[in-house]
């Protein structure tokens, strides 16, 4: 199973801000979400991403110019092999800033232009003197190596038929713009009345027409590519997510349905089960958010009154194997099976079957006698991951064939590398999961960080050969470092993040 092809993410860096824009979509974040990353935890972020394959990692806000260690997170990023771009209001961006910013490598500035109207501009942005600072701003941009693109939300359907978005256009360009990025209203922040916008009656086609011909090869819509007049496909749907101040990961800051936390877990398994979810899968390939049957089905009964909505991933089912009893330090080892086999069915057949995959969590897997029935009772269609610590493999020589009959993706295995320091402990390891490769499926490998650093290294040297295809370190929840404190028992993880994977 191939890792999950993440090119783009979009990392708020904080939720402050100098301005009061009318159509804000994070300004009801600052006051419910004031926390903002570590340069620590950025790292552990980068590191996820770089072995994920990603390739532009775009620094949101807020205003993330408002951060004093901005510059070094663009070296740190840059460092890791990304493209890296800045969204920014131009405010603090003079010629010693844009200097900085340039030094530290950074590709490409998005900076935010309401109209070429300077009180217009500044009413929209609710601060005097803004469209002077913005304008500076692009045209210290445009003599630098870095590229700089536009962006604009204009809000009403005058602005188009009324010329306002031709004479914008002539003067960007004229300023140094390259392209201009055309954001089109949300509902999300300030901007949450779809219906109240000229856009959610689908005249977008009309309103481009407007658009003097010598423009259009200089706008895109909301995505590089997106020429104007083509509807814009959804990114977060296959290539794209979005990181909150907080670490809160969303499929992006218009559709902020939180499925899990950067500090906590690795990036790529919340991009898995994000893009396994039905509420991010519906709607094509189009954005849901602009979707006004979506919002009234979907959204809107979650509560309007919140700036994000914590999602459930309803497709973990606790299957209630027993626990082996090799597992030094846990209060779970050795703990018979807790469920019978109706309740663990009765959990699947309440999984939403638009579900791409379902995880089967508590105890090792491998140990449930029943196993191979219950996996015979999951939906049509849905990819399959299981937890085992590998100490004990059923002897039936067809359970191997049976168990390959059904499309597991991958089998997790918690190992003791904690125990490698000791005489036999590396080597019992190793010969665990060589044990699990006998079943001919990927398997993800979850170590505990705190194991020696030899160990670390020669499994990471062995992995390829020995069928693994990811190794994840993670450290175990400081609360209660003994109960549930590995992943195959619970979900208290304290954090987990993705350490090696192999190379298509």
């Known amino acids: 199973m191939a890792l999950p ?80 771009s800045l969204e920014t209001n131009g405010w603090l961006l003079d010629g010693a800033f844009v200097r900085e910013l340039e030094a530290a490598g950074l590709n490409q500035i998005y900076l935010s232009l309401d109209d070429s109207r300077p009180e217009e501009h500044d009413r929209r942005r609710g601060r005097a003197g803004s469209f002077e600072r913005a304008v500076r701003a692009l045209e210290l941009g445009a003599a630098t190596s870095m590229a700089v693109h536009v962006s604009i939300v204009p809000q009403t359907a005058e602005f188009f038929t009324g010329g306002a978005m031709n004479r914008f256009m002539a003067f960007v360009l004229a300023k140094g713009a390259e392209k201009v990025r055309l954001l089109l209203p949300r509902f999300s922040g300030r901007s949450a009345h779809p219906d109240g916008t000229p856009f959610a009656a689908r005249r977008e ?11 259009a090869p200089h706008i895109y819509v909301h995505t590089p590519g997106t020429p104007l007049g083509e509807t814009n496909k959804c990114t977060a749907k296959n290539i794209f997510c979005h990181i909150m101040s907080n670490g809160w990961i969303a499929p992006c800051p218009y559709l902020p349905l939180v499925f899990g936390d950067a500090t906590r877990e690795s990036v790529v398994e919340v991009f898995e089960r994000m893009q396994s979810h039905p509420l991010v899968r519906l709607g094509g390939d189009t954005c849901p958010m602009r979707n006004p049957d979506y919002i009234e089905e979907h959204i809107r009964p979650m509560g309007t009154g919140r700036p994000f909505y914590p999602v459930a991933s309803k497709n973990q089912v606790d299957l209630g194997a027993p626990c082996p009893p090799d597992c030094r330090g846990c209060d779970a080892a050795g703990r018979p099976s807790r469920r019978p086999a109706e309740a663990v069915i009765r959990d699947l057949q309440a999984v939403d079957p638009n579900y791409r995959s379902i995880e089967f969590y508590g105890g090792d897997a491998l140990l449930r006698a029943d196993l191979i029935g219950i996996l015979g009772r999951v939906p049509p269609g849905m990819d399959i991951r299981l937890w085992t610590t590998g100490s004990w493999l059923p002897e039936d020589p067809g359970f191997r064939e049976q168990l390959r009959s059904f499309p597991v993706r991958a089998i997790r295995v918690m190992m003791p590398l904690g125990e490698a320091g000791t005489p036999g402990g590396l080597g019992d390891a190793l010969g665990r999961i060589r044990a699990v490769q006998g079943l001919g499926i990927p398997i993800h490998l979850y170590a505990p960080a705190d194991a020696p650093a030899e160990a670390h290294r020669i499994v990471a040297e062995n992995a390829a050969r020995l069928g693994v295809e990811r190794i994840y370190l993670f450290r175990r929840d400081p609360v209660s470092p003994l109960s549930n404190a590995v992943a195959c028992f619970g979900r208290a993880l304290g954090r987990a993040r993705l350490a090696w994977a192999a190379r298509p």
Do not use: W
């Open 205 to 215: 086609r009309d309103l481009f027409a407007c658009i003097a011909p010598e423009y």
């Open 5 to 84: 092809l993440i090119k783009v993410v979009q990392l708020t860096l904080t939720n402050r801000c100098q301005l009061s824009c009318q159509h804000c979509g994070v300004a009801e974040l600052r006051n419910v979400m004031p926390g903002e990353l570590t340069l620590e935890q950025i790292d552990d972020v980068f590191r996820d991403l770089r072995l994920a394959g990603c390739l532009v990692v775009d620094l949101f806000g807020g205003e993330p110019t408002l951060r004093k260690d901005l510059f070094e997170i663009i070296r740190r990023g840059k460092a890791s092999g990304f493209m890296m």
